[in-house]
């Protein structure tokens, strides 16, 4: 102990006197050496270059992105997403991993910079080797200790990607050059503490104690008698294998998956997506191309090409697929890889005349019909992907060449024939569009033009018995609040959101125009809206065609109307108190469009100020934007599944074993996939939505029948 202290008083006394802190940046490496290091260096990263470039190749071939560029945007993103690293933090060991290994490879690749660029400037100014430029004092004593720091981290992350890889989870992708590209890490880490050990060894200074690693495996050394004149000889030797496998990394980056963090950061910074927003098909495309959606991968934009290239396959998006969960056959991490291949030859095909220049097809070839038609839409994928790879896109652009190629068959097809023809998906007459409001009085926009809210109804509120209850609640509520509202009636038609998402663009565009021309007639300014998916047409598509409208769902609308007093919960219990009540969060609802707590507001409202009862609401497992999909979106709700064979089997079955007394929800989807799916497994749990159990609840003095 005392030894320890008086050599670290020496070190003190030594650092104080000592008029330079810095070491030779060559030491011990012959001039000769030098100039083939710096040849070789030079070499790498030509190859580093050249596998740049003919990746940037292959973004080129794609369509010009529309989107705006802005400065700002790209440097807010910068510091929030890469370099704070915000999106792969919270998922425990691998979140950990890569931040460390992410941070020990971007602060040595900044070190050896800096390094680099003390040597280049002191041999501009002529400078002897112990006349640094910038390397000397207090800022090489902070650089030495912080590259000795994030040199462990970066070896803490290999190994932690290591055990990962070992253990070999199902959803993340596997491939040989991925245990070279750790090992390599590996070997690169450790070789440099070892030079910098023998460095230290062979020509020690007072400055060492700021390598700490450094230094501490001098010792070791030390211990083992390794003198200085054989570390001199051993550090010249390992200097130049840990130089040589740094080089060969570099090389080889853009041709493994590390060039991951090359495209994934350009498209981070280019991100110009909203989640639950699509691109618009004009008629001057359709007959330029001759075909709607993407048929090669030349057609997609270069921005999803670089998102190819940005996939990892860490597996995130299929763990949070609730199609893969249900058995289905679509990964979006496999998808993503299976199109990713079909690059190369698509870019031979068109640009080397290979192939007689016809690029292979993606769907029905790299990529199954079925598999396309799987998807609900939900957004999981894009919102777990760290990299903002958006599989969700390359789905429904691939579904709209289907469309377009007549590939679709069955009972969503005849469901999108139903829309053009009757105006909604179940083809029911246009006459009995306003059935459900029988003996309610209901305003409609021709008898109340001064309304000030309308109150879109939706096709499964108008034609399904069940969910026609919502709408019905919902017009009680609104009367008990005065609320001056209108509805369309017969003129309301199906806003189109499952025609587009199922890929038919021009059905779409169809529906939406017609009832824009609608709207614009009664100069609505304001839709309440109980449909998630109409809410976010009517917010995200609409305004690509002129719409523009204050659009509110319902549970946000209901929540206002609380909360100024407009609809008064009495201090009498009512049977509800005595009920359990869970709720599912709708993927468009909260993933989408982020209402998450406004539902959960009007299923805690006290019925009894007495006993402070809030209805005992339980959170299920998975909840708010982490929601787990029913299986309707995306056009699901059309194909002909029978309930066990339902992508929301699962959410039943979690939903049933809570134990709850009912459900609520906010979707009219949901409302009737979880009914359905709850009803398979025979269990008791009833399905409601929030507005009915808020109804349920709320003095309704002036209201008219019940529903």
């Keep these: 102990m005392q030894t320890d202290l008086t050599g670290w008083v020496v070190w003190k006394l030594q650092f104080a006197a000592a008029p330079l802190m810095t070491r030779e940046v060559f030491g011990n490496i012959p001039e000769s050496s030098q100039r083939i290091f710096y040849g070789i260096a030079c070499l790498s990263l030509l190859v580093f270059g050249g596998g740049v470039f003919r990746r940037i190749r292959y973004w080129k071939m794609g369509k010009p992105s529309t989107s705006s560029f802005s400065w700002r945007a790209l440097v807010r993103r910068f510091i929030k997403e890469i370099i ?3 999106r792969v933090l919270g998922r425990k060991t691998v979140g950990i991993a890569h931040v460390l290994l992410f941070s020990g490879f971007v602060i040595l690749g900044m070190g050896t910079t800096l390094i680099g660029i003390e040597h280049w400037s002191a041999d501009l100014l002529g400078r002897e080797a112990d006349q640094p430029v910038f390397h000397f004092g207090w800022y090489y004593l902070i650089y030495e200790f912080v590259l000795d720091t994030f040199g462990l981290a970066l070896l803490i992350g290999c190994v932690l990607f290591m055990k990962r890889r070992w253990s070999r989870p199902s959803s993340l992708g596997h ?20 030079v910098e050990s023998l460095r230290i060894l062979h020509h020690p200074s007072p400055a060492d104690a700021a390598s700490f690693i450094g230094r501490t495996g001098a010792m070791f050394l030390s211990s083992l008698n390794v003198d200085s004149a054989s570390a001199g000889k051993l550090h010249f030797g390992i200097w130049w294998g840990h130089s040589l496998l740094s080089f060969s990394f570099i090389a080889g980056f853009p041709f493994t998956r590390l060039f991951h963090a090359i495209a994934g950061m350009v498209n981070i910074l280019c991100w110009d997506k909203e989640m639950g927003s699509m691109t618009p098909i004009t008629l001057e495309e359709l007959e330029e191309t001759g075909k709607t959606g993407v048929e090669t991968p030349g057609d997609f934009t270069r921005r999803q090409l670089i998102e190819l290239d940005s996939c990892v396959s ?4 299929e763990e949070a697929c609730p199609a893969f969960e249900a058995g289905k056959p679509l990964s979006p991490k496999k998808l993503v890889q299976d199109i990713r291949a079909t690059v190369p030859t698509a870019y031979e095909s068109v640009n080397l005349k290979e192939g007689n220049g016809h690029p292979p097809c993606i769907a029905g070839n790299a990529v199954k019909d079925e598999t396309l038609w799987s998807c609900t839409t939900c957004s999981a994928c894009v919102q777990v992907c760290p990299l903002n790879v958006n599989p969700l896109g390359m789905i429904t652009d691939l579904r709209r060449f289907l469309i377009g190629e007549g590939k679709l068959r069955g009972s969503a097809a005849n469901a999108l024939q139903k829309i ?9 007459p246009q006459q009995e569009r306003f059935h459900w409001a029988e003996g309610l009085e209901v305003p409609t926009a021709k008898d109340n033009p001064k309304f000030e809210v309308l109150y879109w109804v939706g096709c499964a509120a108008s034609y399904d018995r069940r969910v026609s209850k919502v709408a019905r609640a919902m017009v009680q509520l609104m009367k008990t609040a005065k609320v001056n509202f209108a ?21 779409f565009q169809e529906s939406a125009l017609g009832n824009i021309e609608t709207l614009t007639r009664y100069q609505v300014k304001k839709i309440v809206t109980h449909c998630p998916h109409c809410l976010n047409t009517f917010q995200k598509d609409y305004p690509q065609f002129g719409g523009e409208y204050e659009v509110v769902h319902h549970s946000v609308f209901l929540d206002e109307l609380v909360a100024s007093g407009k609809l008064r919960v009495p201090n009498s219990p009512s049977e509800t108190q005595n009920k359990t009540t869970g709720y599912h969060d709708p993927c468009y609802l909260a993933r989408v469009n982020g209402i998450t707590e406004e539902p959960r507001k009007l299923l805690k409202i006290k019925t009894s100020e007495k006993n402070g009862n809030d209805c005992g609401v339980i959170e299920l497992p998975r909840n708010r934007k982490q929601t787990a999909c029913c299986g309707a979106g995306g056009g699901r709700m059309w194909f002909d599944d029978s309930p066990e064979q339902r992508i929301g089997g699962s959410r039943c079955r979690e939903v049933n074993e809570t134990g709850v007394d009912q459900l609520g929800t906010s979707c009219p989807f949901c409302l009737i996939m979880m009914k359905d799916g709850l009803a398979s497994i025979d269990s008791e749990v009833v399905v409601k939505d929030v507005a009915e159990i808020l109804l349920e609840k709320v003095s309704n003095d002036s209201a008219d029948a019940q529903p």
């Design 314 to 317: 860490c597996g995130r998006c």
């Design 420 to 428: 053009q023809l009757s105006g909604n998906p179940w083809g029911m």
């Design 487 to 507: 509805v369309l009636g017969k003129e309301e038609r199906c806003n189109g959101e499952s025609s587009r998402r199922m890929g038919d663009e021009f059905a």
């Design 175 to 194: 491939h040989p050059s991925d245990w070279i590209v750790l090992i390599s890490f590996l070997c690169i880490g450790v070789s440099g503490y070892l």
């Design 84 to 86: 704070t690293q915000k």
